[in-house]
């Protein structure tokens, strides 16, 4: 089964790919991990790619899908993807058509993770972690269990995120937005667009996926 999982940063999406993974054995594609791996690696479209962010340009919808393209390729054919961050713009959900066609794989589930902005404004600011174990922690929803204690290593030192600001979330939000608004009509005339509550509690969101793929 092949999945693209939409939503805005902070939806959940990162949680509930690595849940899927643990799950049903699927392999999560994210196009930022992947560009990475790449670069770490070596391989060609890697130094290409890296040549480009050197200049300090925005890599191309061509070398994103070829990265698509040779990470899909390269997994046991009954393997399940999970495309996280891909494809982004219409040009590469046409790629993405073609990549899974050339791999013998078809697009099962386009799930999106609703959210209110609000919300994930206060779910997204309130955020922080220990800055010695990494420990997560969020003021209102999961504050340590002594005031400013850290519950697994004790240590008094935490931070933040500095892109957690509500500036910040709200123009995540905004491009999120328009960049998937060209995407979204060709997956709903083919029927295959779910939404699931992202602002319900992880295990309902996981509950919920599971009822869309009928695991």
């Known amino acids: 089964m092949n999945i693209i999982l939409l939503g805005p940063p902070g939806a959940g999406k990162g949680t509930q790919s690595a849940a899927l993974v643990e799950r049903h054995g699927m392999r999560q594609l994210s196009t930022g991990d992947m560009l990475r791996e790449a670069v770490k690696e070596g391989t060609p479209v890697g130094l290409e790619a ?15 899908s070829r990265l698509v393209d040779e990470n899909l390729a390269a997994m046991p054919a009954e393997q399940g993807a999970i495309f996280d961050g891909y494809p982004r713009t219409a040009g590469q959900a046409d790629d993405l058509d073609r990549i899974l066609a050339k791999n013998d794989r078809s697009l099962d589930h386009v799930i999106e993770l609703e959210v209110d902005v609000e919300a994930l404004v ?33 240590s008094t030192e935490f931070k933040r995120r500095p892109d957690d600001n509500e500036e910040t979330v709200r123009t995540r939000m905004d491009e999120y937005r328009a960049k998937t608004a060209p995407i979204l009509p060709g997956y709903e005339a083919r029927g295959i667009v779910q939404r699931v509550d992202g602002m319900d509690a992880i295990e309902d969101v996981a509950k919920a996926i599971d009822a869309i793929l009928k695991c």
Do not use: Q
Request: hydrophobic content about 35%; charged content about 30%; aromatic content about 4%.
């Open 50 to 64: 890296k040549a480009v962010m050197d200049r300090g340009e925005l890599v191309s919808d061509d070398i994103v």
């Open 122 to 154: 206060e779910r997204i600011t309130g955020r922080f972690s220990c800055a010695k174990c990494g420990a997560l922690y969020h003021e209102t929803a999961n504050p340590p269990a002594k005031e400013g204690v850290c519950d697994v290593c004790h």
